[in-house]
């Protein structure tokens, strides 16, 4: 089975306007593989609205296929990662064969700790220096890490807010400089957070290029019956508690 997905989504595939080429790995989120947590830190709503659950997520044969990559990851790492080495290299010749700028997202639907998995003693940012990695984190630690210049420089992390999130939490992060990711309903705030500016985050997935120190916007559409299942997870501004108490 192959690990990488090649601009296989309608977000990520916005990237080739900009000349990018996003390879992505899909694994099954939090605990539905039934063989490890890939996200120790997800919330309850965060798992309510989940893309393991939205899209092409939703599709049986999907679903199925992430989580026996997962239970690949899980069961022979060594293997896994090896391929994974492979693919990326791949992913790179292929993007330069077409003129494209190759990057790569090894967290699709889970949060794992990339840089801790070594093969032959360096993980896959040592491996490939020049490749811009990104992806998104609830792991406080991990924005904390990244804020203070500890993890490698050619991985971009932006922080995923929750409903188990304070606001004091959000501020500080975005005073040091690292972007948070906020899902709201509908409609994006100019600001948020006591002045911060919210930029677009669904305009293409490519969080290392946004500017320092943003609120990343993402709109969520719930279909009928999601609202209130989600209510907790999407940031509640006035607009957003009347919008959804109307659904």
């Known amino acids: 089975m192959k690990i ?3 601009d296989n989504n309608a977000k990520t595939v916005k990237g080739r306007k900009k000349q990018y080429s996003t390879a992505i790995i899909y694994l099954a989120p939090s605990n539905a593989s039934g063989v490890i947590n890939t996200c120790t830190s997800a919330s309850r709503g965060c798992r ?19 989580i026996n990559k997962t239970k690949f990851f899980v069961n022979d790492q060594e293997t896994f990662l090896r391929q994974l080495w492979k693919e990326t290299d791949n ?22 700790r ?20 990104y992806d998104y984190t609830k792991h406080l630690d991990r924005a904390a890490a990244f804020a203070n210049g500890k993890l490698p ?12 999130t304070s606001d004091a939490t959000v501020r500080d992060l975005l005073k040091r400089g690292v972007n948070v990711a906020v899902v709201y309903y509908k409609e994006l705030p100019e600001t948020d957070f006591g002045g911060f500016e ?6 293409t997935d490519l969080r ?3 500017p320092m120190g943003k609120v990343v916007g993402l709109k ?13 997870f999407i940031r509640q501004t006035k607009t957003v508690v009347e919008e959804v108490a109307q659904c």
């Open 91 to 112: 992913h790179i010749k292929l993007s330069n064969k077409k003129g494209l700028i190759p990057c790569e997202r090894l967290n699709g639907t889970s949060d794992l």
């Open 208 to 210: 290392f290029a946004d």
């Open 198 to 203: 919210v930029i677009n985050g669904d305009e």
């Open 4 to 6: 990488l997905g090649i």
């Open 153 to 164: 420089s050619n991985y971009h992390l932006t922080f995923s807010r929750s409903e188990n």
């Open 114 to 133: 990339w840089e801790d998995y070594k093969l032959d003693g360096q993980n896959i940012f040592r491996a490939f220096p020049d490749l811009q990695f």
């Open 48 to 66: 309510a609205a989940c893309l393991f659950t939205s899209g092409r997520g939703r599709m049986n044969p999907i679903r199925e296929a992430r």
């Open 220 to 232: 969520y559409k719930p279909s009928a019956g999601e609202a209130e299942k989600v209510k907790p």
